[in-house]
């Protein structure tokens, strides 16, 4: 295999320091540029073999026609999300490669902290105790015991999430396109309906892919019908809420919490340093206003082990690619499963 040369957009010293690491298997030639990829960064590609991308690099069709251009014949997604990619404009021109699962236990446990921490709020009695005042007057939480979940999205994250809370002793319901009937079984739950999540779910939390059936399941018309009071946890993506719904909903004291990892216009901000600049997001700026909702910086999946399984899977599938092997990981442009998962592949390959 020839020295794969490979140029990584949107980096961080942590994407360094975990992909050298696993590169010393691989021994490729990698480079690290901090912007985005865009109309402005993407000549930056020509003369490299692959692109490694995350979920904020822009990747429309005049981007693909440029890479394909500059000779890039592989884009590698070090992330599960590829909704930033327009895979039509892909197909016959540019493989793609993601990373499907990395640490679901990484996501899911991240949405129970954000759980127990708007519940039990621990953030404001930190704050708090900082200015010592040690009162616990506006902390009240409720016992997580017996009450009820509603997941949406059962699969990997889905499944360690639905694990967690039925030790807590939750009931669980949970919406799956392909409900795992089994598992259903072993875990003691059961599946149903939205309408039937909506309406009796104490916590809700999505964790489903971003498309167009999924796109702003979460609207007004969906928050209406779910309860009083109402938790909705999103660890998944931005758009799968319409923030404005839920902002409406938050002041009508419909939805009592909110925690969020993903926000739907969150490219500009999420994974940068802003402190020094003013917020000129006004609908950022009336979530972050609310005390009973929580926003991170789309960091669920962000652990040690979580990293090395991205760097590890990322480099896999490059190689894979070069030597010409089936693409396990490669989207499809029709479908959007991974091959293994599609009929409509040939050889291994989506095209």
Do not use: W
């Not at 500009?268 to 909702?293: C, M, W």
């Not at 991170?296 to 990293?307: D, I, M, R, V, W």
């Amino acid at each position: 295999m020839k020295n794969v040369r490979v140029a990584f957009f949107d980096s961080k010293p942590y994407d360094s320091e975990y992909f050298d690491k696993i590169n010393e298997e691989f021994g490729f030639d990698l480079k690290y540029f901090r912007g985005h990829l865009n109309t402005d960064t993407v000549p930056i590609s020509k003369g490299y073999d692959t692109v490694c991308l995350f979920v904020n690099d822009q990747v429309d069709a005049f981007i693909i026609k440029e890479l394909k251009n500059n000779g890039i014949s592989l884009i590698a997604m070090r992330c599960a999300g590829y909704n930033n990619v327009d895979l039509k404009a892909a197909y016959k021109n540019i493989h793609v490669v993601r990373v499907p699962a990395y640490s679901p236990h990484a996501v899911a446990e991240h949405s129970v902290a954000l759980m127990l921490t708007l519940n039990r709020k621990t953030h404001k009695a930190y704050y708090r105790n900082l200015d010592k005042n040690f009162t616990i007057t506006g902390l009240l939480g409720f016992d997580m015991y017996q009450k009820t979940a509603g997941i949406i999205g059962a699969g990997q994250i889905g499944k360690v999430l639905i694990h967690i809370l039925k030790g807590f002793g939750m009931n669980v319901l949970a919406y799956d396109s392909f409900p795992d009937m089994k598992f259903a079984e072993k875990e003691g739950f059961k599946y149903t309906s939205l309408n039937e999540i909506y309406r009796q779910a104490d916590i809700i939390s999505l964790h489903c892919p971003l498309t167009p059936e999924t796109q702003y399941m979460i609207d007004e018309k969906s928050i209406n019908a779910m309860k009083d009071g109402v938790m909705i946890i999103n660890t998944s993506r931005g758009k799968l809420i319409k923030t404005k719904a839920l902002i409406d909903g938050l002041k009508s004291k419909k939805i009592g919490y909110a925690g969020l990892d993903v926000y739907e216009e969150e490219s500009e901000y999420f994974f940068e340093d802003k402190s020094g600049d003013v917020l000129d997001d006004d609908v950022l700026a009336r979530l972050l206003s609310f005390n009973n909702v929580i926003v991170t910086s789309h960091q669920a999946f962000f652990t040690k082990e979580a990293l090395m399984n991205i760097a590890q899977t990322t480099l896999q599938n490059i190689k894979d690619y070069f030597e010409e092997k089936p693409l396990a990981n490669e989207i499809c442009y029709q479908c959007g499963q991974n091959r293994e998962n599609c009929l409509k592949t040939e050889q291994g390959r989506c095209f």
